[in-house]
């Protein structure tokens, strides 16, 4: 059955400094994985999405992800975080059924 | 175009009482699922549809119920109320399954 996991429930980085939050994922056939982010009290907004063509994905805001099989990961980067990155970040990928299923979140934290 | 629209954005339930949370979408998207979110467990998923007439249980359906009459709307049934559904309800809608596109979600509190 497919499902990702997020390695981290809690990061922390300072303003302009590397943003690194990992997820990996268990799938029997090529995945299609997606990142989300969540304001507080806002929805979800889909950053960047993999669904395999090329590996390197870019997505919104700066940020982007790499996909690699032989680690089975799709990790979300940003070279230098800004303060409005604060938020919650969700791995998502997508059941046979055609519905998403997410990871537990990893949230962020911004420091000046 | 309004994309997902998700109705009431709060509502305040007492034990027991039963209530109806709409969504609906305006981009003749086939696939529409319904998710409740709580603190450090994700979404999980409750009910899905792929299309109007078809309906499905995600991993969470109990106490809930959902119908799927038209392409564009897909209301989620609370039967009765328990504390334990005090969460915040996400729709989404897809065209095909890939990229979905969400609500801005109902806040729940059962009481």
């Known amino acids: 059955a497919q499902s990702v996991t997020q390695l981290d429930s809690h990061v922390s980085v300072s303003e302009g400094t590397p943003v690194l939050l990992r997820c990996n994922y268990s799938?029997?056939?090529?995945?299609?994985l997606f990142w989300y982010v969540q304001h507080p009290n806002k929805g979800l907004q889909l950053l960047l999405k993999y669904t395999s063509a090329a590996t390197l994905v870019k997505g919104i805001n700066g940020f982007e992800a790499e996909f690699k099989k032989s680690e089975t990961s799709f990790h979300l980067t940003k070279p230098s975080a800004h303060m409005s990155d604060a938020a919650e970040y969700f791995c998502a990928t997508v059941r046979s059924q055609g519905n998403l299923i997410f990871g537990k979140g990893t949230k962020l934290s911004v420091k000046p | 175009n309004a994309g997902v629209t998700q109705t009431p954005k709060f509502q305040v339930l007492k034990t027991g009482q039963s209530m109806t949370l709409q969504c609906a979408q305006d981009?003749?998207?086939?696939?529409m699922s319904w998710y409740r979110q709580d603190p450090g467990m994700g979404l999980r998923l409750i009910h899905y549809s792929v299309g109007a007439g078809i309906t499905d249980q995600g991993e969470v359906p109990n106490g809930y119920n959902v119908s799927r009459s038209t392409t564009e709307d897909f209301p989620l049934r609370l039967l009765s109320a328990a504390p334990s559904q005090t969460s915040v309800y996400f729709c989404a809608s897809s065209p095909a399954g890939i990229g979905y596109t969400f609500g801005s979600g109902t806040r729940l509190t059962v009481v």
């Open positions: 981009m003749n998207h086939e696939y």
């Open positions: 799938s029997s056939y090529s995945p299609s």
